[in-house]
């Protein structure tokens, strides 16, 4: 399981600086979570973003920059509204 925690943490780092379209699945405390076009529920990792000011629909499609990752999740900031 550690061997794959690396694996999955290289493979999401990659991701830093890309912008990928997130679907928005669900609001958890100070975040929404989504998912990436490509990736399924329950199974890929999730694109957390921060809630600010604009709030985001459920099962809308934003355009999300990657600004952090870790083995199971990722972080970013929605761009172009």
């Keep these: 399981m550690a061997l794959q925690q690396e694996i999955a943490a290289e493979i999401e780092a990659e991701k830093i600086g890309q ?4 679907i928005i699945d669900r609001k958890e405390g100070d975040y929404y979570i989504g998912r990436s076009e490509f990736c399924s ?14 709030p985001l629909v459920i099962g809308n499609f934003y355009d999300v920059n990657i600004t952090s990752a870790d083995e199971f999740d990722l972080y970013g900031d929605v761009v172009n509204e």
Excluded at 19 to 22: P, Q, S
Excluded at 46 to 54: F, Y
């Design 19 to 22: 912008t990928l379209k997130v």
């Design 41 to 54: 529920p329950d199974v890929d990792p999730e694109v957390l973003i921060k809630v600010d000011i604009k």
